[in-house]
């Protein structure tokens, strides 16, 4: 999964402060015990000692190693039982189990070079904190109200209004529900207050709880981190905004709001054309059609998005003013 640099970094600190939590109630637990049940206390030195014992006869000349090693394991099981019988006895299950954070990586995070479970759980969790800045952060399909839209015939496309933006609010559902490497991309058109934000949240949100990177990004805070990294940026900035190109699901919001620039052309056709060789699934929201995106831009861009962009139209009145006037 592609998560950005600062998505990582916060979820490991967080598995470090569990990692860290959980070795020092450990020693709690094992303190309480030694107090309430010396015996335990006595049976742990007893395991080091056996130990200690086994391994001096195996460094001792003409020792027998075999032996000695097979004594130390039938006396550490004996006491192993005892201790776990001692336990039961005196304390809740599991309450002196010494094991990691988790069994898989040991609290490390990574089993070699591949992210452990753990730490994508933390990242998915901390990705999931950045979708809540959307619209108030509680988007979801089930909030979608068809009967914003008008059920009537558009005077310049001659298509009846709700059917449309039904159909366009299915296959973002479906999008969402189904998302895989493969899903492909897709291109938001239409005026303001028309649902493609709250849409776009929705998406972001389903397709995150499935465990895929997502970053969600407005057109200006975009192309405004690109710059920053491009022209003097730390290595932190250049590092973070690897993000754009390295996510499972890039949304990118508000196409066309941000200040034209020669600049935001290049970078545009740039991430368009690495995410489309790469495979990866892009989300572009913008209230322009084909032939602005071609004049705001260049013919290169709006090719890109006519071929490889599943285009969805948003039409109606603006919903912001109906939700306002309570219509």
Same mark, same amino acid.
């Given at each position: 999964?592609?998560?950005?640099?600062?998505?990582?970094?916060?979820?490991?600190?967080?598995?470090?402060?569990?990692?860290?939590?959980?070795?020092?109630?450990?020693?709690?637990?094992?303190?309480?015990?030694?107090?309430?049940?010396?015996?335990?206390?006595?049976?742990?030195?007893?395991?080091?000692?056996?130990?200690?014992?086994?391994?001096?006869?195996?460094?001792?000349?003409?020792?027998?190693?075999?032996?000695?090693?097979?004594?130390?394991?039938?006396?550490?099981?004996?006491?192993?039982?005892?201790?776990?019988?001692?336990?039961?006895?005196?304390?809740?299950?599991?309450?002196?189990?010494?094991?990691?954070?988790?069994?898989?990586?040991?609290?490390?995070?990574?089993?070699?070079?591949?992210?452990?479970?753990?730490?994508?759980?933390?990242?998915?969790?901390?990705?999931?904190?950045?979708?809540?800045?959307?619209?108030?952060?509680?988007?979801?399909?089930?909030?979608?109200?068809?009967?914003?839209?008008?059920?009537?015939?558009?005077?310049?496309?001659?298509?009846?209004?709700?059917?449309?933006?039904?159909?366009?609010?299915?296959?973002? @559902?479906?999008?969402? #529900?189904?998302? +895989?490497?493969?899903? *492909? =991309?897709? &291109?938001?058109?239409?005026?303001? %207050?028309?649902?493609?934000?709250?849409?776009?949240?929705?998406?972001?949100?389903?397709?995150?709880?499935?465990?895929?990177?997502?970053?969600?990004?407005?057109?200006?805070?975009?192309?405004?981190?690109?710059?920053?990294?491009?022209?003097?940026?730390?290595?932190?900035?250049?590092?973070?905004?690897?993000?754009?190109?390295?996510?499972?699901?890039?949304?990118?919001?508000?196409?066309?709001?941000?200040?034209?620039?020669?600049?935001?052309?290049?970078?545009?056709?740039?991430?368009?054309?690495?995410?489309?060789?790469?495979?990866?699934?892009?989300?572009?929201?913008?209230?322009?059609?084909?032939?602005?995106?071609?004049? @705001?831009?260049?013919? #290169?861009?709006? +090719?890109?998005?006519? *071929? =490889?962009? &599943?285009?969805?139209?948003?039409? %109606?009145?603006?919903?912001?003013?109906?939700?306002?006037?309570?219509?």
């Amino acid at each position: 999964m592609g998560y950005s640099a600062e998505v990582i970094k916060r979820a490991k600190a967080r598995l470090a402060q569990e990692k860290l939590d959980r070795e020092l109630e450990n020693r709690q637990h094992l303190a309480l015990a030694y107090e309430k049940v010396p015996r335990i206390r006595q049976i742990d030195r007893q395991l080091q000692q056996t130990m200690l014992e086994a391994t001096r006869i195996a460094f001792t000349p003409g020792g027998n190693v075999v032996e000695a090693m097979e004594q130390a394991k039938q006396a550490n099981l004996s006491l192993q039982e005892e201790r776990a019988r001692l336990a039961a006895q005196h304390f809740e299950e599991g309450f002196l189990d010494d094991g990691p954070i988790c069994p898989r990586c040991g609290g490390e995070g990574y089993i070699g070079t591949s992210m452990c479970q753990c730490l994508q759980e933390l990242c998915r969790q901390e990705q999931k904190k950045e979708l809540t800045v959307l619209s108030g952060g509680q988007e979801s399909f089930s909030q979608f109200r068809l009967d914003f839209y008008p059920d009537r015939i558009d005077p310049d496309l001659g298509v009846n209004i709700r059917a449309v933006m039904e159909r366009t609010f299915q296959v973002c @559902r479906k999008y969402a #529900q189904n998302f +895989s490497a493969k899903s *492909g =991309n897709l &291109l938001f058109s239409g005026d303001t %207050g028309l649902g493609k934000t709250f849409l776009s949240a929705c998406i972001a949100r389903t397709v995150a709880d499935s465990g895929y990177s997502v970053v969600y990004e407005t057109a200006g805070h975009l192309f405004a981190a690109l710059e920053r990294a491009k022209f003097g940026g730390s290595d932190d900035q250049r590092r973070e905004v690897g993000k754009y190109t390295a996510c499972d699901l890039l949304i990118v919001d508000d196409l066309g709001t941000e200040m034209p620039s020669q600049f935001v052309t290049s970078a545009l056709y740039t991430l368009i054309n690495d995410r489309i060789l790469s495979g990866k699934a892009t989300i572009i929201s913008t209230n322009l059609n084909t032939e602005d995106l071609a004049e @705001r831009y260049n013919p #290169q861009i709006a +090719s890109r998005l006519r *071929g =490889n962009f &599943l285009r969805l139209a948003f039409l %109606g009145d603006d919903i912001r003013v109906k939700k306002n006037w309570g219509l």
